[in-house]
């Protein structure tokens, strides 16, 4: 099942290469009032909707792929986690540069561990990444984003695929300097999710599943997350014995060599064997947002 929000905050599910727009099941979710719930809850309960959605999409409308506008998969996430250089050669290639170290010392992830992101830097393709500082290096970073379903608390690495809801395609952008990593990758438009997420019963070779990334039709990044140097279920362990993970919560696995900038007026197309491709227009943002 791949599950998609579009448009003006609609959501579907991608069927035949088209959108069936099935939001009016959304209603039958619990209703909150203050304080809401930090969790997603469509994720929550997406499991006793999955049959309803199915018989319902079947009925909608077939909506072309290329008519609608993709946001972000996850509308609630309570938290990004974020794995850094945990791919090799892109630990090698950090090192080796001193445009991505910034002259910091590139630590393992073993000894340097997981960090957070804002969600508020959350975005879908059709939202674009907007740079703010042009004057700075801005770099892209292909990954493989995984949804949590269920709630995890120190769960172990055998356990830890039984929390997986889906995967989707993940931009880490980020933009080069001194700071921690945290501040440089959560500006505004720098965490981007799409184009839908995939079911994790339909995505059973998440550890095996080729990545690409171009930018304006040149190969930057190319690799196979069996290359990860931390897998996914030990990711899922190591982060959950930090704190607890919520549906909805997005895990980032990390990136591999071929980071590269990107300027206004690039198309970064980013593509994942057993989720799709999704295209994402870098854009400037305006001094006029300035006080």
């Known amino acids: 099942m791949k599950l998609c929000r579009f448009n003006d905050q609609r959501f579907g599910l991608v069927i035949d290469n088209s959108v069936r ?6 209603e039958r979710l619990p209703a909150y009032r203050y304080p809401l719930p930090t969790h997603d809850p469509l994720i929550a309960h997406l499991s006793e909707l999955r049959p309803i959605l199915l018989a319902e999409a079947h009925k909608a409308e077939a909506l072309a792929i290329s008519d609608v506008a993709f946001l972000s998969p996850i509308a609630n996430a309570g938290k990004v986690v974020a794995a850094p250089v945990n791919y090799k050669a892109h630990l090698d290639e950090a090192r080796e540069d001193a445009a991505i170290h910034f002259h910091n010392k590139v630590v393992e992830i073993q000894t340097i561990g997981l960090f957070l992101k804002a969600t508020s830097s959350i975005v879908g393709p059709s939202e674009g990444v907007h740079i703010r500082f042009a004057d700075r290096r801005n770099d892209h970073e292909i990954e493989l984003a995984v949804i949590i379903g269920a709630k995890a608390d120190r769960v172990s690495p055998q356990n830890a695929m039984n929390y997986v809801a889906g995967y989707c ?16 990758k959560s500006l505004d438009h720098f965490t981007v999710l799409g184009p839908w997420m995939v079911s994790a019963d339909e995505m059973v070779h998440a550890d095996a599943a080729d990545m690409e990334l171009c930018v304006n039709g040149a190969q930057r990044q190319k690799a196979n997350t069996r290359d990860l140097l931390i897998g996914i279920p030990e990711l899922i362990a190591w982060a959950s014995s930090y704190y607890t993970l919520h549906p909805g919560d997005v895990l980032m696995t990390g990136t591999p060599e071929g980071v590269g900038p990107v300027v206004a007026g690039d198309v970064i197309t980013a593509t994942i064997a057993g989720i799709g491709e999704m295209k994402v227009e870098v854009t400037s943002l305006r001094d006029e947002t300035k006080l």
Do not use: A, K
């Open 21 to 26: 727009d099935v939001t009016h099941v959304l």
């Open 169 to 184: 395609i993940g931009l880490d952008m980020t933009v080069r300097g001194p700071q921690e990593r945290s501040l440089r």
